[in-house]
């Protein structure tokens, strides 16, 4: 459980319009590990597509280090975060990571601060269902600072000797409660050291947005 977890830790540093709720894990990639992680953002019927690169190194086992390159219409922007974390517990895992972020089309200044808590465990010793949460605070040096919660229930169901099945389905919002809560919900699929992500929100809305992604661990 825990190789399987560190392989799938994602760490995100970007803002909160370009999220699509995929969770995040409170251990770090691992020492002297290597992650890497794709995604593709949409929203069919609009033309708003974006994407999402990062690539972590782990120092230790609690510490890591990385980068990451955020793209959608008109905008590009870097992040440089720092990331600890740690598996307490079959039960607990707690992390935070900060990246201050920079704009690619303003001379690389300063864009925004964007720092993540997270939090997760089992429910059943089995590991087959557990739950994760991630409060995501945002200091944008142009616009409205936002603080967000996302709330997942999830299951990890084996479908093979190092392949299964990741389920998840949750609730998210801000904390300052002005505007309707949302659901997401999506799976990925791990074979191996790869992980394979389909996800969404905003499905009442017009225009849902749909993400798809894949992960490595070496």
């Known amino acids: 459980m825990k190789k399987i977890l560190l392989g799938i830790v ?16 409170g251990a770090t990639v691992g020492k002297e590990h290597f992650f890497g992680y794709h995604s593709l953002k949409v929203r069919p ?17 609690w510490f890591s280090i990385g980068t990451d390159l955020t793209t959608g219409p008109d905008e590009k922007f870097i992040g440089y975060y720092l990331r600890v974390g740690k598996k307490f517990s079959q039960w607990f895992s707690a992390g935070i990571q900060s990246a201050p972020t920079f704009d690619l089309d303003d001379s690389h200044k300063f864009g925004y601060l964007n720092t993540g808590f997270f939090m997760n465990g089992d429910i059943t010793k089995d590991g087959k269902l557990f739950w994760t949460t991630n409060t995501w605070h945002t200091i944008d040096k142009d616009g409205e600072n936002t603080f967000d919660q996302y709330w997942y229930l999830a299951g990890k169901l084996p479908t093979g000797k190092n392949s299964s099945f990741w389920p998840h389905i949750g609730l998210t919002h801000s904390w300052k409660f002005n505007e309707d809560p949302d659901l997401a919900a999506g799976f990925f699929y791990v074979y ?8 969404g929100n905003d499905f009442f809305k017009e225009h849902p947005r749909l993400t798809f992604a894949i ?4």
């Open 45 to 61: 019927g609009i033309n708003n597509q974006r994407t999402y690169t990062t690539l972590q190194y782990g120092v230790n086992d």
């Open 10 to 25: 994602l760490v995100f540093a970007f803002v909160i319009e370009t999220f699509a709720q995929v969770p995040y894990y």
């Open 215 to 218: 992960d490595f661990t070496f």
């Open 192 to 199: 191996k050291q790869y992980s394979f992500y389909i996800w």
